[in-house]
């Protein structure tokens, strides 16, 4: 095929992958590019030849967002893996997107600093992919999301044109910020190719706790006392209810006679700062100041490093749902803080209605009011279980000042969800966008925003002229991640 001699004379014929050794890929060619360079020499190619690039990072997008189909060539930045700068006294990092979190993290700890974010698929993510999605983790409440920890990026536009926006300094009021339209747009407005990451010290020591809990207002309640701690920072502040918490547990064969599994709510706190011993007897202030209002409030206070490693795997192993309940489906919303109660007591009911013994496990990044939630089923439900599914879980989110995707994006799976509860006038806005940096629809085509022609009719009318738009595959060919 001419397009894939071409891409094999730009990046070498060892980095472009067909056949056989693609079984997991429905794109049948996936392609590495070394440097920006290349990706726009490749991105040239693809809109010469009208074939549409699928940007892949880490593939952990929970979202569908790096899927790929007949027809569509993956660009992975998997060799784009370099840490081109790390300057310890501007706490600044300029890196491929490629370079994986883990990477950026450990390089960074060398000069006792941190990128302000984590999650649990550090080992694999890019920050490519995290600047994607504007991923979020359990520091978000705290430092942001990754839109709050990009400085300045780089990325290879639709015709091959390149943006280059390597600020490397917190303020830069000097017109639109454009940076952040590709911060979260899960590669359909362009490749991000390098990053400049802000940094911040690290500390030099943490302390963890799990407390078992009667309410989200008790959980709550002990985020503010651990938020105003002198010992030390808040690092992380995350909720796992008693049905997540159990199956955990279980799974890794976990118990403390302190903290009996039958408590409605477990919330594991982490603190960094300068002495471990003070954070712990903040830890116990904290407690102590907690059962005075709620006696039934029981928690353990990690004595080493193996215990504190303990207590993370039993919230970062969500592998245990999907072993239970095989490709379960899954959601992740955010709901401001005082609306979680109301927002529960509802979903649980509403859920069982649909299906008897339909329930949800729960989750997250309690701080920032993000819940994700899983169904103790095997996935996919049926259609009209999903949809009634969605109605219970979305309803009135946008309304009291939630969002039915808090972290993961929108990707391929959650389109409609998008379609059915954004305001029509972002629909719209998003399209022009869309159409301005891609007219002819072949970066990441069929993510975030579809193609199809009703939509086009419904959000906005178009410019006549010189729109093409390319042939919808069949939705049989979409390979899952
Ligand atoms: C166990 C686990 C825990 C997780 N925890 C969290 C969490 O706490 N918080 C959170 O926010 N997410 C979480 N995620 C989701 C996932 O890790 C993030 O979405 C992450 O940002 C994806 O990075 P990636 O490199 O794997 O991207 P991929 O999955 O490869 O791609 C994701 C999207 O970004 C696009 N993309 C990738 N690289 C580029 C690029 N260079 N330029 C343009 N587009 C690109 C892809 O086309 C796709 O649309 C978790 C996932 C797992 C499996």
Redesign the pocket.
Known sequence: MAVVDDIRDVVGASNVRTGDDLADCGAGIVVAPLSTEEVAAVVRICRRNEVPV?????????VG??ISRPGEIVLS?ARMNRIERLDPLERVALVG?GVTLETLQEAALEHRLEPGID???RG???I???V??N????MAFRNGVMRHRVLGLEAVLADGSLYCDLTRVVKNSAGYDLKHLFIGA??TL????RVVVKLDPSPRATATALFGLPSVEAALRIIRLALESDAGHLRAAEAMWTSYFSLAAAAHEWSEPSVPLDQPLFLLLSLGGAREEAMREDFERIYLETVQQYPDATGIIAASRRQEDDLWRLRED?GVLYRAHPDAPSFDVSVPLSEISAYLERIIPGLAAIESGLAPYVFGHLADGNLHIVLNRRGPLAPPIAKAVEDVLYQQLRQIGGSFSA???V?SKRIHSLLATADPTKLAAMERVKRALDDQSIM?PE?VLPCDAWFVRSCSPLPSGNERRLPLKNASDLND?
């Open positions: 699928v940007p892949q990072g880490g593939r952990t997008g929970l967002g790096s930045t997107a999650l649990a698929a694999s993510a890019t490519g992919g995290m994607s999605t991923a979020g983790g359990v899960e590669g362009g490749i991000v190719t969500t972290e993961h994006g990707g990441n993510k991640e």
